[in-house]
């Protein structure tokens, strides 16, 4: 294949991957900015998204778009509902001290890994996408479906930074992310943020995976991949940063695109985690964090 | 400082404890596994990849498995005895994998352990059973067999190895897809077979593998692997594993789209488990697949694959008789039947008797040299080398007509021979 067809399927491989980890990152990046819970259960949320998903639409009637609209509707709220169940009973009770949470995250991501082994199986399933159209370039052909992805992805993060800018939900986040005691202070009810905050990010992370799942099929697996690129993300970003986590997506994904269509997505994945660990070490708030106090 | 050191157990009570220990069993406390009555049931291990990337294959492995015991049974058992299988989940693992085998092989008290498929699970399990000196039968597929990289204690009675397969059928592609031929296979032992045999095979017929494309088992996106296929390809072979065969096709299909495409020649393994009829898998019409036993029912097909089909419990198209969309794993799940079978006449041959004669049982089948076909071999006859370990078998060429396959050529078993590359026999047992 010629240099420039070459390039282009890299671009658009890398920017479907950034659309769908800026999402999942974004939901990673609000449960710690807000919450400062380092949520290694996040995976396991989208995973848990990709597999009602195909709940839902395998036992859904009607042509694909239909139950997939359904799905890309009720699988976020589901897991949305389990996140703020584990948060109001785990979590809080655990006074959210940073090394409690993380133990009790990673209990979560094995109880929700096992839960999926038990109820889905341990096959990959196919979910049908809502529409399958092909883009034939003159090079090469490409899936209407992902460029699709692309947009909604974009639609949804447009949606949360209205939320958190221009709502009144969004400021009493922000207030709380500054300064709890002091929210607390102002009559916000500091708990039911957090519960919400964790729903969010839950929330987000389904969003992606049932965006994702016509693409690459539901698995109990799969929660691992998103988990390390959103960490990785995150981190790259500054904790806490949406702006950098959106930056930091684009970044990781296009280059993860370029790297892995030019070399190999093992390499791919190795100059990523070089990348954390460069960041970590000259810049460790982040590129957009601000320096701890 | 002194609370720490009156937790340590003074030399003098070692000592007591580790005489007491030794008293007891002397005097045979601890009782020895009793050894087996011979009317007691003969138990086989099946190290099962019930979860992790062979689950799929897994599934229909303990199905084959149970429909063969079944029969086994039903026909007086081996020797007379009646037989149970233990299965047991080693997740797709290779450490889980030498774990499951040393459980099933001390703790279970299994006579012989068999069903593992994957082959990093077989190559990290292998060692173990040399050590614990328990016959391992594989269904693998894996060259590493016939390669001497393993040792005496593991057969594969059931299946024909790669290297085998891939010589068989190289002068097919050659003479009737192309000669330049790109290669997509997985990155580990059984892909690397692929490979190195194909790419050996391709060669000595005139052709050429132009370029080699791995890919990890555990890979879920597969279109930026794509562009690395040259332009000039005539032939792309594709062999896939792991959970997300169904993308790897459809992706394929996706890359391609209406454009021009070369020739398609697929190991059935990139469709076990999936459904010809998905979606998106149309342009895979008028393409190639191997095909150790046929998915779809054939003409010709014999009383004893019929027999065999409705045992297993799989219809016409290849699918569970229960669920038209659960798709069988058809091409590879007969060899625990066949092996099943030759475990029966193994043990009956050396006069088995319980796990002294574990070293007669390898014996018995190294001195195996060809299976007719039949109810014990429903995928055809094979010659059997007890040098190395190894089956021989036919192998089909399918074509996808009408979206289904049907068998365009076989090969005869003679296609498929080589030079001896190990002698196990002349390894201590």
Known sequence: MDFGPFLLLALMEGTVTAAVLALTAVGLSLTFGIMRVVNVAHGEFFMLGAVLAWFVTHWMAGPPWLAFSVALLVCPLIVASVAVLADLLVLKRLNYQPEATIVATIGLLYILQQAALSFFGPDARPVAAPFSFRVQLPWFGYSGYKLCVVLAALAVLALVWLLISRTKIGLVMRATQIDRDMARAFGVNVDNVYAGVFGLGAALAAVAAVLVVPIQQAHYLMGGDPLLLSFIVVIIGGLGSLRGTLVAAVLIGLSDGVISTFFAPTLAKIIATLLVALVLVFRPQGLFGKAAA | ?429
């Open chain 2, 1 to 429: 400082m002194t609370n720490e050191l009156s937790l340590t157990p003074s030399r003098r009570r070692v000592l007591q404890g580790i005489m007491g220990t030794g008293a007891l069993t002397a005097t045979g406390f601890f009782p020895g596994f009793a050894h087996a009555q011979s009317a007691a049931p003969i138990r086989l291990g099946f190290q099962l990849h019930r979860t992790g990337i062979g689950a799929s294959y897994g599934r229909w492995y303990e199905r084959t498995a149970t429909a063969a015991l079944a029969r086994i049974n039903a026909a007086g058992g081996i020797s007379g005895r009646p037989v149970e299988i233990q299965f047991e989940d080693d997740g797709t693992d290779p450490a889980r994998g030498a774990e499951v085998f040393g459980k099933l092989a001390t703790e279970a008290g299994c006579d012989l352990v068999f069903g593992a498929l994957f082959s990093h699970v077989v190559i990290g399990t292998a060692p173990r059973a040399a050590e614990l000196k328990v016959p391992y039968l594989v269904c693998s597929e894996g060259h590493h067999v016939a390669s001497g990289m393993l040792n005496r204690w593991t057969m594969q009675p059931g299946i024909t190895d790669v290297k085998s397969q891939v010589q068989a059928m190289a002068p097919f592609v050659t003479a009737n897809l192309g000669k330049k031929v790109t290669m997509v296979f997985p990155d580990f032992a059984f892909g690397h077979d692929h490979r190195d045999y194909f790419t050996a095979a391709v060669a000595a017929q005139g052709g050429e593998v132009i370029a080699q494309i791995a890919i990890p088992p555990t890979e879920t996106s597969f279109t930026r692997y794509f562009p690395q296929i040259p332009a000039e390809t005539e032939v792309l072979y594709h062999v896939m594993v792991g959970p997300a065969v169904l993308t790897f096709v459809k992706e394929i299909g996706e890359f391609y789209g209406t454009g021009a495409k070369p020739q398609l020649f697929g190991f059935m393994d990139s469709l076990e488990a999936v459904d010809i009829a998905s979606p998106g898998l149309e342009f895979l019409e008028g393409s190639h697949f191997w095909e150790a036993h046929p998915r779809y029912k054939q003409a010709d097909a014999s009383a004893a694959e019929t027999a065999y089909r409705a045992a297993v419990g799989v219809d016409d198209n290849g699918a569970s008789v229960t669920d038209a969309t659960d798709i069988a794993t058809y091409s590879h799940m007969f060899s625990v039947w066949e092996t099943l079978s030759v475990i029966k006449a193994g043990m009956e041959a050396s006069g088995y008797q319980g796990p002294d004669d574990r070293a007669k049982f390898i014996e018995a089948v190294e001195a195996m040299t060809a299976f007719d076909e039949g109810e014990d071999h429903p995928q055809g006859a094979k010659t059997f080398n007890g040098k190395t370990h190894q089956a021989f078998g036919i192998q089909n060429i399918s074509k996808v007509e009408g979206g289904k396959l049907t068998v365009v050529h076989k090969t005869a078993i003679e296609d498929g021979m080589y030079p001896d590359e190990v002698d196990y026999t002349t390894q201590a047992l």
